[in-house]
């Protein structure tokens, strides 16, 4: 039987060759944290290479990414679907090794990490869903939902200030089954980190609220099992295990440097360091009794069976709950989800009611969430004015009021956190996550939102006061490159909704979508309800159609989002009485536009129209698509000021009589 050493030298090997072979990566933080490795992924892990999906498997989460090639090493070894070919081909195109763990490429890597800090973030996330997952399905002895969430975290994990952000509500919110391993080996790209990071990491946990075990030799197997066991005794605190470590262990030249950290060893030194560790074998190679001594696919079988037999007398003694936990672990909708949402939209276009997308949007979560129980919403700290609670929701941990059940959280000022969070909530399962922040403040989130994009997860953002209609909070907080910014990130679903209708679709659609994020920029002031045929509010879905059409070719366009819609539709029943034959174009969400068909977007905007005007309270530069050179936007390319809404959006000229003066022009000029 192979020892400990040798079983995590084969880990170090991989992870050296492949670097070489692709000429670039990160070898240093794989060799210096794979004993750590070894002791977890053998000894504690419970993961079923077969099958990756199993909804009880432990977590295990790198959030120090660019030492991508540990997991990678890890999971080959262990039996996953991951062929010695892919770790040749590592960082090469279409390979399942890309430079940094992507999720949905190599089986059994649970999330997307790179961007430092994110990663850990993931993980409190990914513990959160088991607690209240937990919370709400398991009964009596009936413990289906049981799982650890494992996180490895570097120096720069620990400097990023999401990791504060999410820490720091985990130790809050007593997250007893997650444990972090910091990789304390005191190096950076930049050298020794003792001139740029010298916080008291472990009083800083401890602060928090975690449990945490100091002082512990990385590379020594059996303390690193002691501290694992100490970790799992406390189930009241999350645990911080800080382990010593030497970055590149077993490069003679260069471990301890912050040369191994960021690129190949070399030819030469991969030679020693193969002396050095005495690992006598080709790159690549690996004998079958390191293979056998790391191959996790019959206990992982055997760990699924056993819990599929206690799903089977869950399922006896429960039921219903069993039919609904299934449900939600598969991400289906409720069977009665659409007809819900069909009637409460012909409800509130019945009703014809002047009102603030932010309320249009309660006034959703109030018709939707009920049937909806895979809802976890919050806010960071902005519940009263995001308006993302509703009327039947449990607050998790709130003083007076806690339920470990809960599905609405309190995040606090920590938006970056919050997506973050979010963002691990939904790599878990069985919950569907939304958040509510300002829409200016989605620049703290925005690479927590991006994440979600590139991971295409189904998260919702409800981002309010969308405008310098929010009136006197002035520049600071009024978004004026936000829209345009926000369309930019591809697989990112922004809407705008210009009244309660629209926002009502909103909500169902970004529900019903499976395959990344949306955003809803939500107004503070209240806005008219807009009319609209049957047909029309089914095209809402299509992220542009017409709103107000005229009789023959119109003379013009107007395109507009938000609240600024209701300005454009009494633009052109100025500018009919006049005469003129104007077509109004709604477009809630300029992304879906995009996605149709080339009929269906010529169909709304012709191409022999040329006289366009766009209307959107924002920056102007990305309409210009849509109305041309010759055409006009009437938007905002400056900061706004403090005053009441209603006088800066006069002040900025967002008013009929401009619209129509606009459109005049542009005729003029045809």
Known sequence: MPSRRELANAVRALSMDAVQQAKSGHP?????????????????????????????????????????MLVYSLLHLTGYDLPLEELKNFRQ????????????????????????????????????????????????????????????LGDGCMMEGVSHESCALAGTLKLGKLVAFWDDNGISIDGEVEGWFADDTPKRFEAYGWHVVRGVDGHSADAVKAAIEEARSVTDKPTLICCKTIIGYGSPNKQGKEECHG?????????????????N??????????????????????????????????RADYPELAAELERRLKGELPKDWSQIAQAYIAEVDSKAETVATRKASQAALNAYAPSLPEFLGGSADLTGS??????????LNYPGNSHEDGNYIHYGVREFG????????????????????????????????????????????????????????????????????????????????????ETAVAWRDAVNRQDGPSAMALTRQGIPHLERTPEQIEAISQGGYILRECEGKPDAIIIATGSEVHLAD????????????????????????????????????????????????GATDGWYKYVGLGGKVIGLDRFGESAPGGLLMKEFGFTVDNVVKTVNEVLANQ
């Not at 004993?35 to 000894?43: H, K, P, S, T």
């Not at 055997?302 to 869950?314: F, G, I, L, T, V």
């Not at 809630?588 to 006289?611: G, H, M, N, R, W």
Request: negative net charge; hydrophobic residues 40%; aromatic residues 10%.
């Open 93 to 152: 195109l279409h390979s399942k090794t890309p430079g940094h763990p992507e999720y949905g490429y190599a089986p059994g890597v649970e999330t997307t990490t790179g961007p430092l800090g994110q990663g850990i973030a993931n993980a409190v996330g990914m513990a959160l869903a088991e607690k209240i997952l937990a919370a709400q399905f398991n009964r009596d002895a009936h413990n289906i939902i049981d799982h650890y969430t494992y996180a490895f």
């Open 570 to 617: 009494e633009a052109a029943k100025q500018l009919g009485a006049e005469g003129k034959k104007v077509r109004v174009v709604s477009m809630p969400c300029a992304d879906i536009f995009e996605a149709q068909s080339s009929a269906y977007k010529e169909s709304v905007l012709p191409a022999d129209v040329t006289a366009r005007v766009a209307v959107e309270a």
């Open 263 to 279: 690129a190949p060893l070399g030819d030469d030194e991969i030679n020693l360091a193969r002396e050095v560790l005495g690992w």
């Open 28 to 68: 240093g933080a794989p060799m210096g944290m794979a004993d750590i490795a070894e002791v977890l992924w053998n000894d504690y892990l419970r993961h079923n290479p077969g099958n990756p999906k199993w909804a009880n498997r432990d977590r295990f989460v790198l959030s120090n990414g660019h030492g991508s």
């Open 281 to 314: 074998h080709p790159p690549f190679e690996v004998p079958q009794e390191i293979y056998a001594g790391w191959d996790a696919r019959e206990k992982g079988a055997e760990w699924e069976k056993e819990w599929q037999q206690r799903m089977e007398a869950y």
């Open 418 to 501: 919050m997506a973050a969070l979010m963002n691990g909530i939904a790599l878990h399962g069985g919950f569907r996550p939304y958040g509510g922040t300002f829409e200016i403040f989605s620049d703290y989130a925005r690479n927590g939102i991006r994440m979600s994009a590139l991971m295409k997860l189904p998260v919702i953002y409800v981002l309010t006061h969308d405008s310098i209609g929010l009136g006197e909070d002035g520049p600071t907080h009024q978004p004026v490159e936000q829209h345009a910014s926000l369309r930019l990130i591809p697989n990112l679903h922004f809407w705008r909704p210009g009244d309660v209708v």
């Open 386 to 395: 995001n308006n993302t609670n509703w009327k039947g929701c449990k607050v």
